[in-house]
């Protein structure tokens, strides 16, 4: 009786441990938000710049880019930030889909719109890094 519940866990115990790791559909990244593009009068409408580099590390994210003077590594832009974090030096943590490659911000209404060719960070879930 014994042999036979011994048995019993360790199967349990095997097959459960047998498949693989959940691995999500989406990419996480902590990041400073460094600015943002002016194209339209509703500043509502503006893409926010978002440098990716706080971890994970061992990604990388974005396009290189200097912007003030600093040169960014992992610069990504966004529509969908949170009015919480829409200020320069915010630290963010995201859950995001990337776009495959940069894109152009198209139909600014200003006469003189300032915008950039970067990836476009497609937003899931975003949330305080303190």
């Known amino acids: 009786m014994n042999l036979f519940v011994l048995i019993i866990i360790f199967s349990s115990v095997f097959f459960a441990c047998k498949d693989k790791p959940f691995k999500p ?20 409408k503006d893409y926010w710049l978002v440098d990716l580099s706080i971890f994970p590390l061992q990604n990388t994210y974005g396009d290189t880019l200097v912007f003030n003077g600093i040169t960014y590594n992992h610069l990504v832009k966004t529509l969908e930030l949170s009015p919480e974090f829409k200020f320069i030096g915010a630290r963010v943590d995201f859950d995001f889909h990337l776009s495959a490659f940069a894109i152009q911000t198209n139909n600014c209404t200003i006469v003189s719109p300032f915008v950039f060719i970067l990836k476009e960070m497609d937003v899931l879930a975003q949330g305080e890094i303190r």
């Open 25 to 44: 559909n989406y990419e996480n990244a902590g990041g400073f938000v460094i600015g943002k593009e002016k194209c339209n009068a509703d500043t509502t």
